[in-house]
């Protein structure tokens, strides 16, 4: 496919409808990431770093171009894991599929990825059971102007963040701290 900024928003949607309703992970538009602009992304990866300073060992969950990693102290062992082998380290994983891999991390951070995932519950419950401390980002409904917004950007779910926060608890985790980060998204660290 065309890099996916690179199709019109109705092609974005359509694609978007068709992935929701096969229950199935746009792996052809993330094998191209490297071509999408992430710039953006590097202000909340450094807002997910300094959550994660006391954490020796960081699992990065869907770790995308690894901006985090450069931005953790130099001494915490960093472990990708992603839809797409992004290097030789990376542990490949379809969220949509299988639960997050176990590794000997005790802490997890999710940036940009739940929005792309059809079932957030399962997922979270998964993390529960291998991880002490998560740290994720969320872009929450009342911060878009439309669902239709939301399917040009690829998103297949559509939670509040109070639903998100409810979301979270009923998985088992509680709520260290909540940021709201730029008005498009919120970063939590979500302890066991
Ligand atoms: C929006 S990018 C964010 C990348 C990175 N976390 C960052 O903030 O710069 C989403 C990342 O999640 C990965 N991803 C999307 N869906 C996934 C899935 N179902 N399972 C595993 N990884 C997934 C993509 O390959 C991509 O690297």
């Known amino acids: 496919m065309k890099s996916f900024y690179d199709l019109d928003e109705s092609a974005r949607v359509a694609l978007c409808e068709q992935v929701i ?3 199935r992970t746009l792996s052809e538009r993330w094998e191209r990431l490297a071509v999408e602009s992430t710039n953006g992304w590097s202000s909340r990866a450094g807002a997910a770093a300094e959550l ?3 954490c020796p060992e960081v699992a990065d969950l869907g770790c995308g171009m690894m901006a985090l990693e450069k931005l953790l102290p130099s001494n ?4 990708p894991v992603d839809v797409v082998k992004r290097d030789d380290r990376t542990i490949v994983v379809d969220f949509n599929k299988d639960p997050p891999p176990p590794t000997s991390a005790r802490a997890a951070v999710c940036l940009g990825l739940l929005p792309y995932l059809h079932d957030v519950r399962r997922f979270m419950v998964s993390l529960k059971n291998q991880y ?3 740290v994720v980002s969320y872009n929450p409904i009342e911060f878009s102007n439309s669902v239709t917004q939301r399917r040009s950007h690829g998103w297949v779910n559509d939670y509040s963040w109070i639903e998100l926060e409810s979301l979270f608890k009923a998985a088992g985790w509680n709520i260290s701290t909540a940021n709201n980060l730029d008005g498009q998204q919120v970063l939590w660290r979500l302890n066991s």
Do not use: F, P
């Open 76 to 79: 915490t062992r960093y472990i």
């Open 132 to 134: 002490s401390v998560v």
């Open 52 to 54: 994660l300073v006391d």
């Open 21 to 23: 309703a096969e229950k």
